[in-house]
């Protein structure tokens, strides 16, 4: 974050322009499981992608790529949807 | 109706990183709706857990333009900006045709927010009104509202030996806002993503207000683990306390309808919140609790019969 600004250069109001700057807030950090995608089994519904709170699904041209760490919180809600025959997110414990 | 493939290819406008707990139903709610509108939008919020976990100065996690005033006047805000739309539109400075939707929670709307919003359906702006029911002010740390279930805990009506948690029954938005005469009302869940992007997409259409109430399962607040988001939406629904319905023009439908009507303990079971409930001293607040769910259900079935 740069260095904040004095009341006198402020804008009326709080006016927030920067709208990337929210992603210097890795809130993967907060991770007790971590979610592992199994590439070989995903069937890319997309299921895991549409419930996820956090848009930490990385979609390339509407396939499933992966999990972004950067922003997973580990929730869990994506192997919990992941259909049940397929199975393809696991929960693992995060090692320090 | 958009599929999910539809969907993908749409900008994310809620970014990650925003300070949500893990496994959030409200900003999931958030993310799906501004999936599914039609765009461009441009949105109010009161304050609330939304307006905390979004907007930490100096960071934003809408891609969208935001505008946050006070706990008590999204709907009032959101009036504000779509007259000052309709104004720049009559003189020409603006062409193009943009959305306006309010996210409040349910504090924000069904107690502190409701006589702005009420007012501003009133005055019948063309503006979608999204209320994100989490049953509980949730932000400064689960006090009861009047969204609250029956016999539910929280730090305002604590379960202990002189109150089984809530005594009152929760107030019926979506019938008070229908009874604004308004085009278009509906209620919904983030379980079922295809119904909430239908839902949005109509609203954004009518000629006016609308309003939807989303149930965004708390895992704070309700105590339950976060992986059980989707789960316990999707229960409220074939329980039929939250059932998929809404109001077009006066007439009611129900767009999903349940195969088979789960006891309301399959619901309640899973949240810390009710775990008195099943206390053999407290088994007529449970009685009364599926009572009440089957009336109101019993009611929404007449209405859509009614109604056609």
């Known amino acids: 974050m740069s260095k904040l600004k004095s009341w006198k250069e402020l804008p009326c109001g709080a006016i927030i322009n920067d709208l990337k700057a929210v ?17 070989e089994k995903c069937i890319n519904c997309l299921t895991c992608w549409i419930y996820c709170p956090d848009a930490a699904i990385i979609l390339v041209d509407g396939k499933h790529q992966g999990i972004n760490y950067d922003y997973c919180k ?16 696991t929960m693992v414990k995060e090692e320090k | 109706m958009p599929s999910i493939k539809e969907l993908s290819r749409e900008p994310e406008l809620f970014s990650s990183g925003h300070r949500a707990c893990t496994g959030c139903g409200e900003v999931l709610a958030v993310r799906q709706v501004l999936l599914a509108a039609t765009k461009p939008v441009a949105c109010a919020m009161p304050t609330g857990c939304l307006e905390i976990v979004s907007t930490i100065y100096p960071h934003t996690a809408w891609q969208v333009p935001m505008f946050h ?26 062409t193009e045709e943009i959305n306006f939707i309010a996210f409040g929670g349910d504090g924000g709307t069904y107690d502190i927010g409701f006589q702005a919003l009420s007012g501003a359906v009133e005055r019948r702006h063309r503006f979608l009104y999204v209320c994100l029911d989490n049953e509980a002010y949730m932000n ?5 509202s009047s969204a609250t279930p029956l016999g539910a805990h929280t730090t305002t009506s604590p379960a202990g030996k002189v109150k ?3 005594l009152e029954w929760r ?21 079922n993503w295809n119904d909430l992007a239908n839902k949005v997409r109509k609203a954004l259409s009518v000629n006016g207000p609308s309003f ?26 074939e329980t039929c306390f939250w059932p998929l319905y809404e109001c077009e023009n006066h007439k009611y439908r129900l767009n999903y309808t349940p195969k088979e009507k789960l006891p309301i303990t399959e619901w309640l079971k899973l949240q810390d919140r009710f775990r008195h409930l099943f206390r053999e001293e407290n088994k007529h607040l449970l009685n009364a609790f599926q009572e009440e769910v089957d009336r109101r259900w019993e009611l929404l079935n007449r209405k859509i019969k009614c109604s056609q």
């Open chain 1, 23 to 39: 992603l210097e807030n890795k809130t993967g950090t907060w991770r007790s499981f971590r979610p592992i995608w199994n590439k």
């Open chain 1, 74 to 89: 580990g929730c869990g809600i994506c192997a919990e949807v992941c259909p049940k025959k397929v199975q393809a997110i």
């Open chain 2, 69 to 94: 005033s006070a706990f008590e006047n999204a709907a009032a805000t959101i009036s504000g900006m779509e007259a000052a739309y309709r104004a720049l539109k009559r003189k020409g400075k603006i």
């Open chain 2, 140 to 144: 400064t740390g689960i006090q009861r």
């Open chain 2, 164 to 166: 089984p948690g809530k």
């Open chain 2, 171 to 191: 107030k019926d938005i979506v019938e008070i806002m229908i009874a604004h005469d308004i085009p278009y009302a509906a209620q919904a869940t983030v379980w």
């Open chain 2, 212 to 237: 939807i109430n989303v149930l965004v399962p708390c895992p704070l607040g309700w105590g339950y683990h976060s992986s059980q988001t989707i789960t316990l939406s999707r229960l409220a629904v």
